[in-house]
């Protein structure tokens, strides 16, 4: 086989990786045909080895390709994601592409499915939330000979270019503000970990952060589903009743962060001088609660824009240059929940 990463896999790839003919690869791909058991599962392991995905449109079309951008995201749910698309959206709009959304739940095996099925009409382009994924989708993504772009993350090594910020340098500026107003015990508040690998990434750079100054994160509270007011509340009220002598809460989003304030409020808690509070994401829906939250800019427009720009440049000019990392700078807002 060609050593070739923008070459997209073929049947006789496969055939020469199995040792099948190519005719019994293709019955195998497409489920068609008597196969042997035997058989059929020497193709398929080759296939996933390789990251080869079958091509619904072959035949169909003369390029092989259709005018669409496959973007993979964890989640719509959480107000992050919704931005990113918008950013997305914005570049695409003025071009012959056309997005479309496909949701993993933080799931590796949902996200190696997903990114299958999308494969398989074979797009224009991928964006991929995260640059996390089990072997099955790295091979894949490697295989695809199409543009690939990793968002949110740049803490790591992309299968071909990666766009966001760094979250280990996000939780070491966010460690740094804090340890500057003088707190002193400080709990981590997280939901989604370890599948939500971006906040794992916060949270020790955060630490060691903290290290370097003499402290240690005092506490920790966890959640394995989503974010929500009423979930930061629950957390809050945990591990405060654990450390009553807490004088700071990071907590890996703005959502829960958002219900540990709220929480804090009803219990007169004198904010933030008595205790203070962070968040992550920069959430301007929250903008509305009764003190602004601390938090940070993860820069999700510029990401989702940067992302589709690579996506569209090298769609319609694959020989373009391009960035393959592209490291966008998160921001601190302290507002009205951490000493300035």
Known sequence: MAND??????????????????MTVSR???????????????????????????????????????????VIIPSM???????????????????????????TDYDPVKEERVLYEMLSWRPSGIIIAGIEHNEA?????RASGIPVVEIMDTDGDAVDCAVGISHARAGRMMATAIADQGYQKIGFLGTKMPLDHRAKKRRDGFEKELHKRGLDIAAEEYYSGGSALAKGREMTASILQKRPDLDFLYFSNDMIAAGGLLYLMEKGIDIPEQIGLAGFNGVELLDGLPRKLATMDACRMDIGIKAAEIIATRASDPEAAFEALVELEPKIDHGDTLRR
């Open 137 to 141: 989708a790295k091979a894949m993504l």
């Open 5 to 22: 990463p923008r070459r997209p896999l073929t049947l006789r790839d496969v055939s020469e990786a199995s040792g099948v003919s190519e």
């Open 77 to 103: 749910s959480n107000m992050v994601f919704p931005e990113v698309m918008t950013g997305i959206n914005r570049v695409l709009e003025d071009t012959e592409l056309q997005p479309v959304i496909g949701i």
């Open 28 to 70: 195998v791909l497409r489920k068609r045909g008597d196969v042997s058991s035997a058989t059929r599962e020497k193709v398929l392991r080759a296939a996933k080895e390789l990251g080869y995905v079958p091509n619904k449109i072959a035949g169909g079309l003369a390029s092989n390709r259709v005018n669409l951008v496959a």
